[in-house]
Structures are given as C-alpha cells and as structure tokens.
C-alpha cells in the first residue's frame, strides 16, 4: 500500500496507493483552487489512531492515554482527544502518516516477524468553503484509510501471554464487523435486522463508512498457497459480501449568507417559475378544443368525437374499477385495524392483573420461603376468585365494549341519514342518467361502427377514410400510451405503500403473536390452579363421606372438644377424661349427630351443587373468550420459548467466557512465571555488564588521556575542512538560485506552450465544425428540396384526382359532399402548413446567404491579416469564435422554433384531451366527496364517544383513589391503636422490672436469699406477657406496600388520562379544521361542477345550430371551395419555382466557400509545424534542468539516508518484544567483546611505545 522505503515515493514508479491517493486528492483541490480564484478555500486535517484490545490509542501523541468514542448530533462521531494536525500538500500528508506508523505496536510471531497487533485508522477531514456574493457555501467530507490486523489462528501462531490476548482481541472485533456486514447486506436486500455496530469499537467507529453516507473500497489480501485455501476461500467470502451492501452518498452541504441575497434569489426562481407556467396558457386561448361551443361543423369531424367518446367511456369504467377495488381494501384495513385496538386493550389488562399477583406471590415466598398456611392459601384462593369475578364484570361491561357498539349504531344511523339526504338522491338520480345516456350512445356508436360502408363509395373516398381512421388509431394509441405511463406510476406508488402497510402489519402480527403466546401461558396456569381446588374439593368430600359411614369416630370428635374447652382442663385437671373415654354412646345420641350431620352435608351438596352449575355457566362464557384468547397465548409461549433459548445460549455463552477467562488466567500465571524468570537471567546478566563496563571505564580513562592530545590534532583539521565546507556551502546556494531562476524560466516556457498549443488545437476544432456543419446544411437542404418536389407532385396527382372525383360525384349524397369538405380542410390545412415551412425554409435561405457573405468577408480579411502579419492571428481566433457563437445562436433560434411549432401541436391535442379528463376527473370528485363526508362523520362521532369513555374512566379512577384512601385512614388509626396499647404494656412491665429490682436489691442487702419455689409449679402460675405475633407486622408491611404500589398505578393511569385528553383535544381541532377545508373544496367543486354543465349545455345548442345551418349552405361551399383550391394551386407552382433558383444561387455560394475554408486550412497548418519546432526546442531546455535537478536529488537523498538510519536505531532500541531485546543484548555483548580486544591490542601497542620511549634516553646518556 505505501510502497518501497528505500527511496521517496513521491518520486518512484513503483509507489503505492496511499501516496498516489494523496497526490491526486491535492491534485483535485489545487485544480478547483485554481478555476474558482479566490472565491473557493479548502482546510485539511489528518490524525491517526489505533485499536489496540479494544482500547483507543492516539499514533500522533504517544503520551497520551487511552481515548473515549463520543457522538454528538452535529460532529456525529468522533474520539474525544485526538490530535489533528493540518496539512497543505502530499508530501505533509505523507509525513503525518509516516511518524503515526512509527508508534504502532507491532511484534513477532511465529508466521510473521513484524506483526501488526492493532487495528490502524487514519483520517483526512476536508472542508471546503465557497463564497459567491456574500452566499457561503460550505461542504464537508472525509477519507478514512483502514489498515484492519489480520486473523490469527493460536496452532499455527503459537502465541502465548499478551500476544495471544491481543489475538483473541483481533478476532473479536474481526468477527464483529462480519456480522455488521451480514446484516447490512441483509438490510439491503429489504430485510428488517439490528446492526450491531456497538459490539466492538472498530464498527462504532467505522459506522458511517460501512452503513451510512459513504462510499467503502476493500482490497482483500490472499495466499496463493493450497494451505491456506480455507483462509482465501473465507476473505473472499467477506469481499462478495461487502461488496453486495448498497449505501446512498448524499453531499454534506450547508449553505450560509446574507438573508437578503438569498431572499432575491428566491424571487428570481419565483419569477422564473410563473413565466414558465403562463407561457404555456396563453396559447390555451387560442386553440379551442374539438368538443367547444364556437368551432364550426366542418373542422369538427364526427369520427374523431365517436372515439373520444368511447375512450371515455372506457376510461370511466376503469376508474369506477379501481375506486371499487380500493373502497374494499380501505374497508379490510379498517377492520384489522378495529381488530388489533380491541386485542391490545384486552392484553394490556389481562398483563397488569398478572403481573400485580406474581409480584405479590413472590413477595410471600420470599419473606416465608417454604411455611405457607392452610389459611394463607385460602386467603390467596378467595382473593384470586374475587379477582376472577371482577375480571368477569369487566370484560361483560368493558368500556370498550359499549364505545364500539355505540360507534356501530351511531354509524348505522349516520348512514342511513346521508342516503336519505335530497342532495345525494338528486346526485344519484342524475348519474345514473347520465350514465343510461352514456350507454345509449355508447351502442348507437358502437352499431354505426359495425354497418358496413356502402358500395357507392369510390376507391379515393375509402384511402381517404383509411386515412382518417389511421389518424384517429394514432390518437387513440398516444392517449393509451399516455394512460399506460400514468396507470405504472400509480402501480409503483400503490407497490410502495403496500409495502408500507405489510411491514407494519408483520410487526403488529408479531406482537400480537407474542402477546397470544403470553396470554395461554396465563390460561395453563388459572388452568392448572383449578384443577388443584377441584382434587382438594374432591378429597375433603371423601373425608366426609369416610365420617359419615363411621358414627363413632364423629362422636369422639365431637366429644374431644368438650376437654379442651373445659376450665378443668385449663387448671391441669384431667382426671375425667378417661371416664368419658370408656363410657359408651348411647343410640340416641349416635342417630341424632347422623342426622345431623347428613343434613349438613346435604345442605353442603346442594350448596356445592348450585354452585358448581353457576361455575359450569361462567365457565362455558370463559371457555368462548379462552377460544379468542388461545392465539394469544400461543404467541406468548413462542416469546417466552425464545427468551429461554436466549437465556441458554446466555448462559452458555457466559460459561464459555468463564472458562476462557480462567484459562487466560492460568496461560496469565505461566507467563508470569516466564518472565520473572528471564528477569532474572537478565539481572544477572546486568550485573556482569556492569562489571565489564568499570573494568572497560578504568581502560577508557587511561585511553582518553592519551587520546586528547591526538583530539587537539583533529580539532586543527576540522577548522581546516569547515573553512571547507563554508566555500562548498556558498557555491551550493548561488548553485541553486541559478537552478530556480532556469526552472521559472522554464515555467513561463511551458506556460506559453501550453497556450500555444491549445490556441491550435481551438483553431483546428472550429475549422473541422465549420465544415461539418456546412457539409451537414447542404445535405439537409437538399433532401428537403427532394422532399418538397415529391410532395409538389403527389399534391398536384392529389388535386386533379380530386377535381375528376368533384366532375364526377355532383349527383352524390349530402354525407358525401360532407366528408368532401372535412378532407377539404385538412387539405387546406397540409397546404397551409407547407406554405410556412416553404416561407422558413425561404427565412433560413436567406440567413445563410448572409452568414455566407459575413464569411466570405472575415475570410477574405484574414487571408490578408496572414500575409500581413502572424501576430495578428490572436485576433482572427476571437472573431471566428465571435462568428461561431453566433451561429450556434441563431441554430438554436431555429431550433427553439421547431420546438414552439412543436408545442403549439402538443398543446392543441393536450386541449382535447383535458375535456375527457375533466369529466372524468369530476365522476371521481363526486364519489371522493362522499367518501370523505361519511369519513368526517364518523370520526366526529368516534371522538365523542372516546372523549365519554376517557370520561367515565377518570371519574372510575378518582373514585378508586378515594376509597383507597379512606382504607389507609382506618388502617392508620388502627395502627395508631395498637402502638398506644403496646406502649402502655411496654410502661407496666417495665415498673414491675423496676418493682422486681428493689425487692431483689432489698433482699441482697438485709442477707435474706430465698430461691423460688414457685417455679417449679405450673406455668400456668406464672405471669404472661402479651406478645405480638410476628407475622402481623409483617403482613401490615405488605399491605401498605401494595397499597402504595396501586396508588402509584392509579396515579400513573390519571397521567396517562390527562396526556390522552390533551391529544385528543389537539386531534379534534385538527379535525375540526380539516372539516372546514374540506367544506371549502366542496364548494369550489361544486361551482366547477356547475360551470361544466352551462358549458356542455352551450356546446349542444349550438350543435344543433350548426346542423340545421349546414344543410342549407352545403352547396354553395362547394363552389366556392374548388375555385379557391385551384387559384392557391397556381400560386403555390409560381412560389416552388422562385425557391428552386434561390436554393441553386446558394449551392454555388457554399461551393466558393469551401474553397476559401481549404486555403485557411492549409494557413493553420503552417502555424503547426512553427509550433512543433518550439516545443522540440523546450524539450532541449528540459532536459537539461532535469539534469541539474538529479544533482540536487542525490544531495536530498543523502541526508535522508541519514535519517532513515537515525530512525533504524530507534526503533531497534525501542522494540517491545522479548526475544528481540535478547537478540539485541547478544549483540551489545558481541560489541563489547570486540571493544574489549581492541583495548587489549591498543594497551600492548602503548606499552611498546612506552618501551620504545624508555629505551631512547638510556641510548642519550
């Protein structure tokens, strides 16, 4: 990606595409720079960060800690403390790349030596701002460059410790941002799934360049061993996913200025707007359609009036269809929607109850887990039955219930009163008569298309009706053509809307569904709880039984009572008991407590009896709203079954991570111990580093001595080389002045030529257009003068086909001369239309004639202006331009008349189209206004009858919240009660401890002790304190509790009441005002409605007119129609033949022309060859200040190299990997034993000089 290091790779071939990306970015930018001038600005900044184990690191500040992801509404995301740093070109760009990519963190593996082990993201932010009188307009937009770390597998890696850590990190968010890549996909495809961006803080980060308004690029890197063909197979995978994903860029643009510019811009596109709206109606008023009040019989043809009316009719009864098809679908909606509120309503209630009894269940089982009481139990039995009851009365007498009866009633009423409204009888009277007419024409036209055509007809007169029917068929056919576009618009629109409404009615199934599922959950339970009470009402009626067939057994029950209650038995006397015991019943006694007991049981039964028929009753209502409520249910088990498989892989999940958790702890432990152990070695290691460098310290200091004196020598040269260096410092610089004025020379050189060889370049286009524009203009000229011969004859062929067929069809019918007549007309009309052409062609004739002498006389001028002088040719390139755009001009004035003639032609058929569309349109008006009354109606009343039913609820709500007060006031004075008497209790026991006390003190003191005898006795003999029970309290706890839960409940219903209220209130002034716009439009409508029907009545009176008037004057029109067709036949003879000289005048004039276009091409090309000598000349010059510049380059590239080295060692004394530190310690051991051997050879060098220096003054003396 950024390609080789060795050199700069802005200036080799083989650079990557980070550079190159870099270079045409600021290519773009200085380009735009240069076209706006100073109107356009641009800002860059850059900055570089890493996701490393899932912790967010700024590569530009290595200081800094870990950083935050923030989001906010305008910035979007962004991570809060990143360094950015602004940039002015490519090369700063590439420089801020560089040092980040310095700072990553990288490490050895068994695979890769220098692997990266974060995630890498850098970028570029740009915003360019645009200011054109006093409007600011700015946009923003950003590259980010993602270098994503590779997955690892641990077998083939054999990472262990931090490395398998970040591993396991990188997999991690790897994996994430495939299944971001799913789900986008599966969005795409028009699937409705959750992104999971905030899983991982690469997709966090990454999220408007995966899924939001951004394009994204992948380049995918793969092995080409077979090894590794699972690893390929598994990225391209990825890549054909990313790539099915389809985001939509949108420019991030704002627009900033002064209001009032921005005000009269608006103005002038106001302006702009009603002139193209009314330039079109004005020609409205012109033509008038074929079925208005003031066009004559014979241009009005009848053919073409039975054809419209049957598309009409036609037409019509495709809409009647459509409003059919959509009334019913609107009704269905209706009905689900109904549906849906009703199964909400009743959910939500039956959800509250559920969750008010499990909350108070739990509550019991957790304040006396496992010790509930039979009267407990029979307590939570009632108090369940009672809840059952209310639930009863509730979903018999539902507020629901009522308000949907009353809407079905008031609505029946409603629509009973709109029938019998005298407006809406007349309007149905009156379509359905102007629908029997309709259809009464309808045949009568459909009949006069089925007669054959009689045999008097001659064989021109039936061309003539094909023609006319052909006419019509291509009518007919645009308008289908139209109709056809206007019906697949409306079925795209009607396609998305139905879209729409089946994905909202998918997520309302599915709620639906899961409250089903939870409501059967529910049902099995009150299910199971029935049950229960049946089987314990079964045994304790077989334990009655079982007494009733024993009588002795009862009598000793009953007589087992008379002990316990007796005050012998109180004072410990039980000495009659045994007697009671032995004596025998008597018979009597037996029968009567049989009896009695039986009576009892059957009054039980019968009891029992009645009851279970009122239950069997209640069940089998239950039962059909248990049938409703099934569906439910089913959906609320399959919710819960989804919650528990959630909850399984949950907890799986949790296990796994638990286990991985602790194997990481362990692996955590080994490398621990790893590393304490190799800290150690390396310990010792610096200890014996730290030995050898004194005993190398006390040899350098020797060393150094001795080497000073050699230092003060090398200080003499060096001032020698830097004088040196000074004079080769001074020549560089005048050398480079020299190089930069030749390289301004040689700008302005390229800057001319440039120039030059795009002024010749626009010289030899506009000469080349010149001449295939003339070129083209004659071979249109002359296939019109072709097509104007040919229609010259077939006209004359036409005409005296026509007088022969007038000689010989006096004695036709009337409808004969009739249809004469309309062919007449469109003959007169052919006619017409061919004089004007022939006057445009004359026009445009003369047009080029006199381009043709402007022409020749600026050709002429610059044949001249060339022989005179070549600098004058400047001059001639601005005059030809000058010509040039005139004529473009004066094309486009041509063309813009073919297209108003054009126009005109639309807009007349468009005009008689747009009555047939009235009234249809109309029909549809009608039936809408309806439509919407009866809505209007409805809703008024549905929101009267919901604002009643808002009411009865708050006054049900306030009274509940009285009464509950009321119950926590005697609750509280009862409360208040027993305090008072416990603290009495509490002030008595404690004086008679204080009594105790003195008696005990009295005794101690007068030496008198006496044990109690007392205590060995009775205990009924002792006093009793009165102790609370310890449920009690317990129980008032509870109770408050849930009282002051179903306050806050009530207290929230009210909120939502009021809230509803309010928003009803807003809903019926809105309504309120729609119903008044809706009566305004009526109005209009109905005006409208009423001007069409003058209008028509018009149109049919002056038909009738026009028939009574048109027999009379048929002959006389016969006439004098064939006299006025020959003289306009002489006439137009005489005019063909003027415009054939004129057309051959202008042929030769364009032949002189070419011949002067031939000379000025040969002109040009000598200025080319004068051209192509120059440049060849600049290219001498280039080459050699390319020369100079590899000079300079190597220079460049020598202190680079130096740099590089610099950032070499840095990093090898930076690196963070273990092994690689001990290779390096290897290598400072290798270093020192080799200083260390040189010390030894310079210690027995200094020695022999030592020597050599003792022995020199012994051989003195």
């Not at 190159?20 to 735009?32: M, S, V, W």
């Not at 290691?685 to 030995?691: K, M, S």
């Not at 009282?1043 to 929230?1052: A, T, V």
């Not at 004057?1113 to 006299?1123: H, P, T, V, Y």
Request: glycine fraction near 4%; charge should be negative; hydrophobic fraction near 35%.
């Amino acid at each position: 990606m950024l390609g080789p290091s060795e050199l700069d790779n802005f200036t080799d071939q083989l650079r990557g595409v980070i550079p190159r990306c870099f270079e045409y970015l600021f290519f773009l930018i200085n380009r735009e720079v240069e076209r706006s001038g100073q109107s356009k600005s641009f800002l860059c900044k850059c900055s570089f960060i890493e996701i490393y184990n899932e912790q967010i690191y700024d590569l530009l500040d290595t200081a800094s800690a870990s950083l935050f992801l923030r989001e906010n509404i305008k910035k979007g995301l962004f991570v809060e403390g990143a360094v950015e740093k602004f940039v002015n070109s490519a090369a700063e760009a590439y420089q801020v790349l560089s040092t980040g990519w310095r700072n990553r963190r990288v490490a050895s593996t068994s695979m890769n030596r220098e692997s990266s082990r974060s995630h890498a993201v850098f970028t570029m932010m740009l915003e360019s701002k645009e200011s054109i009188n006093e409007v600011v307009n700015i946009r923003m937009s950003q590259l980010n460059l993602v270098d994503l770390a590779g997955s690892e597998r641990q077998k083939d890696t054999n990472t262990e410790g931090s490395r398998l850590k970040e591993a396991s990190s990188i997999n991690r968010s790897l994996m994430c941002l495939g299944q971001v890549i799913m789900a986008l996909v599966d969005v795409s495809n028009g699937k409705n799934r959750h992104i999971c961006y905030r899983e991982s803080k690469l997709t966090f980060l990454l999220r408007d360049s995966l899924g939001g308004n951004a394009k994204t690029y992948i380049i995918a890197n793969v092995h080409p061993g077979s090894k590794c063909f699972g690893e390929t197979l598994s990225t391209l995978q990825f890549a054909q996913r990313a790539k099915l994903i389809k985001n939509k860029a949108v420019i991030n643009e704002d627009t900033q200025g002064n209001v009032r510019q921005l005000q009269a811009e608006v103005k002038k596109l106001k302006e702009l707007l009603a002139q193209a709206v009314t330039s079109p109606g004005g020609d409205y008023g012109r033509d008038v359609a074929p079925g208005g009040p003031g066009l004559p019989i014979d241009i009005q043809p009848e053919g073409s009036y039975k054809a419209k009316f049957m598309a009409a009719a036609r037409h019509w009864k495709k809409c009647e269809d459509e409003r059919r098809m959509l009334l019913n679908k609107v009704a269905q909606l209706e009905e689900a929607w109904t549906q849906k509120d009703k199964f909400i309503h009743s959910s939500r209630m039956i959800v509250k109850f559920r969750e008010d009894h499990i909350y108070r269940l739990e509550k019991k089982l957790r304040a006396e887990p496992g010790l509930v009481s039979d009267k407990e139990s029979q307590v939570v039995i009632d108090q369940l039955k009672d809840e059952i009851k209310i639930l009863r009365d509730q979903v018999e007498h539902h507020p629901k219930m009522t308000r949907y009866a009353a809407e079905n009633f008031a609505l029946r009423e409603e629509n009973r009163q709109l029938r019998s409204l005298p407006s809406v009888v007349n309007a149905e009277e009156a379509a359905a008569q102007v629908t029997a007419d309709l259809e009464d024409h309808f045949q009568r036209a459909m009949e006069t298309e089925r007669r054959p055509e009689g045999a008097s007809s001659t064989p021109v007169a039936v061309d003539n009706a094909s023609a006319a029917a052909i006419e019509k068929l291509k009518a007919q056919l645009l308008q289908k053509q139209t109709d056809l576009t206007g019906a697949l618009q409306a079925y795209e629109e009607y396609k998305e809307v139905t879209k729409k409404q089946m994905s909202q009615l998918q997520s309302e199934k599915r709620y639906l569904d899961k409250s089903n599922r939870h409501l059967e959950n529910i049902l099995e339970a009150t299910n199971a709880y029935k049950k229960k009470e049946v089987s314990e009402l079964n045994r304790i009626h077989v334990e009655t039984i079982k007494i009733l067939t024993t009588p002795t057994k009862a009598y000793n029950l009953r007589t087992r009572l008379v002990p316990f209650s007796s005050p012998e038995h109180l004072n410990g006397s039980d000495h009659g008991t045994d007697d009671l015991w032995s004596e025998p019943p008597p018979s009597d006694m037996a029968e009567m407590a049989v009896t009695e007991e039986l009576c009892q049981v059957q009054e039980q039964a019968s009891h029992f009896q009645t009851q279970f028929n009122e239950e069997e009753l209640k069940n089998s209502k239950l039962q059909q709203q248990i049938a409703k409520l099934e569906e439910q249910i089913t959906v609320m088990s399959q919710e819960s079954d989804h919650k528990d498989e959630l909850l399984s892989t949950e907890r799986a999940n949790r296990n796994t991570d638990q286990l991985n958790r602790q194997e990481t702890a362990n692996e955590l432990q080994q490398s621990l111990q790893s590393e304490q152990q190799a800290a150690e070695v390396l310990r010792t290691e610096i200890r014996d580093l730290r030995l050898v460098l004194q005993s190398s310290d006390k040899e350098l200091a020797a060393v150094r001595s001795e080497l000073r004196e050699g230092h003060s020598e090398q200080q003499r040269e060096t001032t020698q080389l830097s004088s040196s260096l000074i004079s080769t410092q001074l020549q560089l610089d005048k050398i480079q002045l020299e190089w930069e004025q030749l390289l301004e020379q040689h700008r302005t050189l390229q800057d001319s030529f440039d120039q030059l060889q795009a002024e010749a370049k626009f010289d030899a286009d506009q000469a080349q257009q010149q001449l295939q524009d003339k070129q083209q203009e004659i071979d249109q000229l002359k296939a019109q003068l072709t097509k104007l011969n040919s229609s010259l004859q077939m006209e004359q062929e036409h005409t005296s086909i026509l007088i022969s067929q007038l000689t010989e069809n006096k004695e036709s019918t009337l409808k004969e001369r009739i249809e004469t007549m309309e062919q007449n007309t469109l003959l007169r009309k052919q006619v017409s239309d061919l004089t004007v052409q022939n006057q445009q062609q004359a026009s445009k004739i003369v047009d080029l004639e006199q381009n043709s002498n402007s022409a020749n006389e600026t050709i002429k001028g610059l044949e001249q202006k060339t022989e005179q002088d070549k600098d004058v040719v400047v001059d001639l390139i601005n005059q030809t331009r000058d010509l040039r755009s005139e004529l473009s001009q004066k094309d486009q004035t041509i063309v813009h008349l073919c297209e108003d003639i054009n126009d005109i032609t639309a807009k007349y058929n468009d005009a008689c189209f747009e009555r047939e569309d009235l009234q249809g349109q109309n029909f549809k008006i009608q039936a809408e206004i309806c439509d919407l009354k009866e809505n209007v109606e409805r809703r008024v009343a549905s929101n009267k009858i919901e604002v009643e039913v808002l009411q009865e609820e708050v006054v049900y709500a306030t009274e509940e919240v009285e009464r509950l007060t009321k119950v926590l006031d005697e609750q509280n004075s009862l409360l208040q009660e027993q305090t008072a008497q416990k603290d009495i209790m509490i002030q008595n026991l404690q004086q008679k401890l204080q009594k105790q006390q003195e008696a005990v003190e009295r005794t101690i003191r007068n030496g008198h002790f006496k044990p109690l005898v007392d205590l060995t006795g009775t205990p009924k003999s002792l006093p009793r304190t009165p102790c609370t029970p310890g449920s009690f309290s317990r129980d008032l706890s509870h109770v408050l509790e849930s009282q002051e839960r179903e306050l806050e409940n009530r207290r929230s219903s009210m909120m939502t009441m009021e809230v509803l209220l309010a928003e009803l209130n807003a809903e019926r002034a809105a309504k309120n005002d729609e119903i008044q716009r809706l009566k305004m439009q009526l109005t209009e409508k109905e005006m409208v409605r009423i001007q069409i029907q003058a209008l028509l009545d018009q149109f049919y009176n002056k038909e009738n007119q026009l028939i009574h008037n048109g027999n009379n004057k048929s002959d006389e029109l016969n006439d004098a129609f064939n006299k006025t067709m020959l003289k306009e036949l002489q006439e137009e003879r005489a005019d063909k033949s003027n415009i054939m000289q004129q057309l051959s005048e202008t042929q030769k004039r364009l032949q002189a022309q070419e011949s002067l276009l031939g000379q000025s091409q040969t002109c040009v090309q000598e200025l080319t060859n004068e051209l192509k000598n120059r440049c060849l000349e600049l290219r001498d010059v280039g080459q050699r200040t390319q020369e100079d510049e590899k000079c300079v380059q190597e220079n460049e590239l020598l202190r680079k190299q130096n740099v590089k080295l610099s950032e070499e060692n840095g990093k090898l004394v930076g690196h963070k990997n273990h092994k690689q530190r001990i290779e390096y310690l290897v290598n400072l051991k290798k270093d020192n034993t080799k200083l260390q051997e040189e010390n030894e050879k310079l210690k027995t060098e200094m020695k022999l000089m030592r020597d050599n220096s003792g022995c020199l003054p012994l051989e003195m003396t």
